[in-house]
């Protein structure tokens, strides 16, 4: 049999060749040279810089505000995201941070396609007929390059943090921007963007992992759609779409026909998950609206679709006074799209306005200046308790269980790792921090599974090399009865004990080790391993195993 030495690089020289391959040919078939003119009358020196300066500006933020670059996978995340307004390090830096390499690296991918898309629509050169290209600041190039579209970016990342519901974090509500900006100009010209960011972002897969094995094995999942944040990535979109609209009607050129603007729209909103509306129930339960998003965005699609296609005839109504009103029909639909951002703005304006819950915090807690770290399970969400409303049977005061961060000073009141997620990995470091500091907790799980009943286990806080018992749950009987005998479990501060009950009285005593035994009101355990069993008069059962993690 053939052996190739070194087959991974191999595969990775192979996809590289190939996209080389590929750019000769098609380089030699068509003619580049008219691309490169086209490139040349929109932007400096025929490239992107203002895409290029925000999208290096959002990495530059991953690496050294979040300690990327000396912890790449595990970033600070919990300073930088949009907790309230009383919080404004947050605000300021929301829209620019990262929970993760493959978030960051994802948004990068969607900034590099979209994003020259509407920076080739808005222009490094002006285009009004009669104008020079450094008659004034305004119109000189190198600052609309490198100083005002990267400022737009940074005031439209603001503003997608600021109206954004939740403690929002990345720069996805940005590039959703520049779709709702790019669609308005050319429809069909961003779905083809959005369709090769799926060809770099494989590319940059194939380069990163060539080839992967995997097997079935168990796994920790939530809902895809819950991690979606469905309304900043709505209203920057939105925002997006307003800022072309407003743009392409005072410049008053030709406008895409309103069915290639209502395809576009829809396709990428159904694409990119618009449509996925969904609620927190509490605990691991989510509910997911899809025929009402659905509906939502076909709605979007048309309103956008109506408001580019409108011409500038004026619309004429009497208002309550009987004075006349008169606007454009392209200004009526850009008040309909203000209506839908002041519709979906409003309630976060509401919700940022208040901080987290002062209450304190349930159980032993670890402090690391001005944070508190705890595990609490099934105890009101500290971040939501501030609001009470009830609508269509969901209600906004949830329940939550897991490690908990809170910081009275940032207004932060958050369940980090939830109670299932550290039971399926047993250990979990939680990192906190501000602007030039960071540290960490770990929240560290160990139990017994308990024969036909449930898990009796302990959660430890280790900070600073010292551990803390932070919670333990009650004891917990096996559904077996040994010799007329209950059988429990008891987590306490040291370690485990098992607790023998009958109508004489109760005995407690240490959990045998491995491969050594205990006595107890005439019942014997062994530890086999990392299964319990329990003897008497020839009977042996299993009471416990010990909890795995993955």
């Known amino acids: 049999m053939l052996e190739i030495p070194g087959w991974i690089p191999f595969q990775r020289l192979a996809a590289l060749l190939a996209l080389l391959a590929a750019a000769v040919a098609l380089a030699v078939v068509d003619r580049p040279s008219r691309l490169s003119a086209a490139l040349r009358r929109r932007f400096l020196f025929g490239l992107p ?26 970033p600070v995340v919990i300073p930088f995201r ?20 493959g978030h960051l690296v994802g948004n990068l991918v969607g900034t590099l396609t979209l994003a020259p898309v509407a920076e080739y629509a808005w222009s490094h050169y002006p285009t009004r007929r009669g104008s020079t290209s450094f008659g004034s600041l305004r119109e000189n190039p190198y600052i609309r390059s490198l100083v005002v579209f990267p400022a737009v970016v940074f005031g439209v990342g603001l503003l997608t943090a600021v109206f954004a519901l939740g403690p929002v974090v990345g720069f996805s509500g940005v590039v959703f921007a520049f779709a709702g900006f790019a669609l308005v100009f050319r429809p069909l010209a961003t779905v083809l963007a959005f369709v090769s960011g799926r060809v770099v972002s494989l590319f940059y897969n194939a380069m990163l992992s060539p080839e992967v094995v995997s097997s079935a094995r168990p796994v920790f999942s939530t809902p895809w759609w819950s991690q979606i944040a469905i309304q900043g990535h709505a209203i920057g979109f939105l925002f997006g779409v307003l800022l072309g609209a407003w743009l392409s009607h005072r410049r008053g050129g030709s406008n895409p026909p309103a069915l290639r603007s209502f395809a576009g729209v829809l396709l990428f909103a159904v694409s990119e998950s618009l449509w996925a509306v969904y609620w ?65 703005s409003g309630p976060a304006m509401l919700y940022n306005t ?40 969901e209600s906004t005061t949830t329940n ?76 917990v009987r096996a559904e077996p009865v040994v010799a007329r005998r209950n059988i429990s479990v008891v987590p306490t501060a040291t370690g485990y004990d098992v607790q023998v009950s009958s109508d004489s009285g109760t005995v407690r005593g240490p959990m045998p080790t491995e491969n050594t035994t205990t006595t107890l009101d005439g019942v014997r355990f062994v530890r086999e391993n990392s299964l319990v069993f329990a003897e008497s008069r020839g009977t042996k059962v299993r009471i416990a195993r010990q909890e795995t993690y993955n």
């Open 49 to 74: 810089l203002g895409t290029l300066v925000s999208a290096g500006g959002v990495l530059l933020v991953y690496l050294v505000v979040q300690d990327g670059w000396s912890s790449w996978y595990r």
């Open 82 to 101: 949009a907790w309230s307004y009383v919080y404004p390090s947050g605000m300021l830096t929301a829209a620019f941070a990262h929970s993760s390499p």
């Open 280 to 344: 927190y129930r509490g605990g691991e339960t989510y509910v997911l609206f899809r025929a009402v998003g659905f509906a939502l965005v076909v709605a979007l699609a048309t309103i956008v679709a109506l408001t580019v296609a409108a011409s500038d005839k004026p619309l004429r109504a009497y208002a309550p006074d009987n004075s006349l009103f008169s606007a454009r029909r392209w200004q009526a639909g850009l008040a309909v799209l203000l209506v839908v951002v002041a519709a979906l």
């Open 354 to 393: 208040f901080t987290a819950s002062g209450d304190d915090l349930p159980g032993e807690s670890v402090t690391v200046r001005d944070y508190e770290v705890t595990y609490a399970e099934d105890v009101p969400n500290g971040l939501t308790a501030v609001f009470d409303v009830e609508l269509f049977g």
């Open 400 to 475: 939550t269980s897991g490690v908990i961060v809170k910081s009275e000073r940032r207004g932060i009141w958050t369940t980090a790792v939830s109670t299932s997620r550290l039971a399926f990995d047993g250990e979990s470091a939680v990192r906190v921090g501000g602007l030039g500091w960071r540290d960490r907790v770990t929240a560290v799980r160990d139990g017994y599974v308990v024969t036909g009943a449930g898990v009796a286990y302990r959660v430890f806080l280790v900070a600073d090399g010292e551990a803390r018992l932070a919670y333990e749950t009650g004891p």
